[in-house]
């Protein structure tokens, strides 16, 4: 094997093709490499490349004269610019893994609910009581496959509430039968409407399975959220009636909230008063909604960067006291290197999460299992293996090394954490999931506002882990 190679400097007229099929000679080995002179855009393809490699890098300073060039927007004159060094020295270390494994688990597509900014062809058929068995089991399989040490399942819908509770046990109960004797933990979390909540009911059944939280969904305004007997004006108070029970019952309740186009309207801060102040909610994650089955209209890009970029400032003066998602994730990842980014900025979420329909069907994510069924990997009656190997799961493996090589995610300072985003969300919009996020430009801002916040940071380093945080989706986003 070698041990090291050197590349001759490359012309500035090289292109990324080209500048590419050279790097990949790289790959696992340590390399020094002569880039003086290179286009500042090759320099973040190197940075990039090394990302894909999976390897550490340091790029220092020892030239003057070279200078990162700062694309899309105006760098104060006071801001320190980083530089490039005319050798770069790329070592191979091996890489902190934190064996991790999320299973998307939706046991029912029936839905008490009837959103209309839905994504989900809901249905009335459960998981059947006989196939408990059979999911957990390949959930172990998959589990011992991966070499993970924790599995963790999402429980969603559909709506999980839906179920009797006496299923829900059940399940739960074969679930820890068949984990019994293996060294993996087993770990449930649940995302519900919570509108069917009530204490006699599922208190028991959450406080023994579901780690004391819950996960659950509301917007302002609410402009598609309803049930057969609760228009928009009325959901939002159920709501809020449900979510005091279960706090009373001693969980903690975060919500995911979809911006629409009068939640920008009422601008960020009315949206920040009403989570914190109205709501009472100290965990709030904000998701970008795309329109599935639902026909959902567009959101102005340039106005929702606006928005949250607004949203950023006040939650960074008003000391934080939110847990806002994902900003204090990107904040962690881009100015701490550490912390769980969600899952729609992994490099590739097929390498830490999938999913199981109510019939068995194994896909990417409740969204594809869902609404784009004819993606799916198989079927949990198949061998783990043949999942894992199934030619639809190729394009998610795929994707980020694809857009970095063939479109502007390659010249991305920040391709190291986005990936070019949510395949689910390119698809949704475009019909290809090799395409760049339809919200692209809406993370560069956020991404951007940011590192303004933390302008005396003079150096960046960037610290990669498999552990990411599941983005519910929660119908729409």
Known sequence: ????????????????HHFLTALRVLQGMVVECNIEGYLDKNNQLLTNFANVCKIR????????????????????????EPKLESVSTIEK???????????????????????????????????????????????????????????????????VLCLHPDTVQCALDIGAAVFKDSDITLEHHLQTNLLLYETSRWKEVISNFFLGSISSSIDL?????????????????????????????????????LPNHKT?????????????????????????????????????????????????????????DLNLSPFRAMEDRLLRGRGALPCCWTYSCASILLSIGPNGGVGQCDCWVATYSDHNFGTTDQPVEQLLDSDQRQPFLNRPLKLMRDTKCGECKFWGICFGGCPIRAFAFTGNLMDVDHYCPVYYEMFSIILDQAEHESQLEYEFSEEVEFSSSEKGG
């Open 221 to 257: 305004p609410n402009l598609f959220r309803l049930t057969p007997t609760l228009g928009v004006d009325e959901y939002n108070r159920a709501w809020l009636k449900k979510k005091d029970m279960a706090e009373r019952d001693g969980f903690t309740v975060s919500v995911v909230s």
């Open 57 to 80: 890098y340091r790029i220092s300073v020892v030239s003057d004269d070279i200078k990162t060039k700062t694309r899309n927007r105006k760098m104060s004159k006071t801001r320190s």
């Open 1 to 16: 094997m070698v041990e090291g190679c050197s590349m001759k400097e490359m012309p500035l007229q090289a292109g990324r």
């Open 264 to 320: 920008l309207e009422l601008g960020a801060e009315r949206f920040y008063r009403f989570f914190r102040d109205e709501a009472l909610l100290k965990n709030v994650q904000v998701n970008f909604p795309f329109p599935g089955n639902s026909g959902l209209e567009p959101l102005d890009l340039k106005k929702l960067a606006g928005f949250m970029t607004d949203l950023y400032k006040i939650w960074v003066a008003s000391g934080r």
């Open 93 to 159: 270390t091996p890489r902190k893994r934190k064996k991790i494994f999320s299973v998307v688990f939706m046991p029912t597509l029936a839905c008490n609910c009837r959103c209309s900014h839905c994504f989900e062809e809901l249905a009335e058929g459960n998981a059947e009581d006989h196939n408990w068995e059979l999911h957990f089991t390949e959930m172990r399989r998959l589990a011992e496959t991966l070499k993970c040490n924790t599995l963790k399942v999402y429980w969603q819908g559909g709506e």
